[in-house]
């Protein structure tokens, strides 16, 4: 069986991609973007293809009204999280319960925020995996608007590294950090990747079996992202 390459990431932990990163000394990891509701099994990690969303202060592009996320939402599918940018500083979700019930029904894999997000316990409630920067009550309406839907944003703090996230690029999040790596570099991250993790399960299975921890945790693991 061949595998797509979000499927191939899907299988794959956040620590193992960030190890790969490293090693091709590629940036790309977003912390403090913790976890606040779950897939069905509180599953966490989620993976797939960045669709764009910048929010702000501001004034909408030009067209009828429409509510912030719901161009977003229509253009995503299965293989899709939705990245929103929300770091103007006003306090004011940039997601909310709506559109959360909206994304689960079309299937869209997740959503990362870098800003904050409304009615967490709806997404709990609904099981659809999103991570935020941090939590609110206030709404958008007269705060903030949709300022771009599919167009390049920032996501990350500064003192932790900020990373442009282009429409299209890979997307992987779970308890431990985000990841995003453009396609350019996505066959070289994951063949890294799950070199990595054939390695760790090797010595996993080696202190399963009683070897010693010195032994298996020595020179070769010191130096495997070297090699």
Not at 189 to 194: K, N
Request: negative net charge; aromatic residues 4%.
């Amino acid at each position: 069986m061949t595998y797509s390459e979000v499927q191939r990431l899907r299988r794959l932990d956040v620590c193992a991609v960030s190890d790969a990163l490293d090693k091709l000394q590629l940036s790309g990891v977003v912390t403090g973007l913790p976890q606040r509701s779950s897939a069905p099994g509180g599953v966490s990690r989620i993976a797939g293809r960045a669709v764009t969303m910048k929010v702000g202060p501001g004034t909408p592009p030009p067209g009828p009204p429409k509510h912030l996320g719901c161009t977003a939402i229509e253009q995503s599918g299965p293989d899709n999280v939705i990245v929103v940018e929300q770091r103007s500083g006003v306090e004011a979700g940039c997601w909310g319960g709506l559109l959360t019930l909206g994304a689960k029904v079309r299937g869209v894999a997740g959503v990362v925020a870098d800003g904050p997000l409304r009615d967490v316990d709806e997404a709990i409630a609904y099981e659809f995996p999103i991570y935020s920067r941090s939590l609110t009550s206030r709404t958008a309406r007269t705060r903030v608007v949709e300022l771009g839907t599919q167009v390049p944003v920032t996501i990350g703090a500064a003192i932790g590294g900020e990373v442009v996230v282009n429409p299209g690029d890979y997307v992987l999040a779970d308890r431990s950090a985000v990841i995003f790596i453009s396609p350019e570099h996505i066959e070289r991250v994951l063949e890294a990747a799950e070199m990595i993790v054939a390695k760790e399960a090797a010595m996993a299975k080696a202190i399963l079996a009683g070897t010693p921890m010195g032994e298996v945790m020595g020179g070769n693991y010191e130096h495997m992202l070297e090699n």
